[in-house]
């Protein structure tokens, strides 16, 4: 009896073990606006997400680590990818519908990002950023009413910056006016994307 209670004790040792190896699956950074809006909006005139990296298959958090630590198998993962890119995206036109966040008049060409890879302790300015904008043109049913959609791909240099670490992210007028600002963290939970502000005007 003593020896199937042992075998009993190790089988559910190793089960918890190996749960906690397993963990949950890293979808990638997950942005939020900083402060959260004071009331609930249908949209935000910015959206910013993480591009897709194939760096995070198969990545996981580790149960019940602080702070939290990741593994691919059995293998211990400390650092992003050398490289991260984020995609940014703003939507000129349809004031009436801009009431949760109104922003000041500013030339989207002309937009500045601030990028900061910040843990517990401090913020450092991540090196390394290039940015590739394009404006693209607005849908036909509202040619007359909206300015134009933009689109951002910040590439950030993330070599042997710590998995716990998040992107800190400020968006300016081309004279320094803080537009937004995003904070990005590893998240295990699917991001849902965000209902784009023409697709919600064309169904009214």
């Not at 073990?17 to 910015?46: D, H, M, R």
């Not at 995070?56 to 198998?73: D, I, N, T, W």
């Not at 004031?95 to 900061?116: G, I, Q, R, Y």
Request: with cysteine; proline share 8%.
């Amino acid at each position: 009896m003593s020896s199937y209670k042992s075998y009993v004790l190790i089988a559910l040792s190793a089960l918890l073990v190996s749960e906690a190896w397993a963990g949950k699956t890293v979808n990638g950074l997950s942005f939020e606006l900083s402060p959260p809006p004071t009331k609930q909006c249908i949209y935000q005139p910015f959206q910013v997400r993480h591009e897709p990296n194939a760096f995070f298959k198969g990545l996981k958090e580790v149960k019940g680590k602080s702070p939290p630590q990741y593994r691919k198998g059995h293998d211990i993962v400390a650092n992003y990818p050398d490289s991260t890119t984020v995609r940014v995206e703003f939507w000129q036109g349809l004031p009436e519908m801009n009431s949760c966040s109104p922003l000041p008049t500013f030339d989207p060409a002309k937009l500045k990002f601030h990028v900061e890879w910040q843990n517990s302790s401090q913020a450092v300015p991540a090196k390394g950023n290039s940015v590739d904008s394009q404006e693209l043109s607005p849908q036909t049913w509202c040619e007359d009413k909206c300015a134009g959609h933009w689109v951002y791909a910040l590439r950030i240099d993330s070599e042997d910056v710590p998995l716990q670490s998040n992107l800190v992210l400020t968006i300016e007028t081309e004279g320094g006016t803080r537009l937004a600002k995003y904070v990005g963290k590893l998240s295990t939970t699917k991001v849902q994307q965000q209902q784009h502000p023409f697709d919600i005007a064309a169904s009214q």
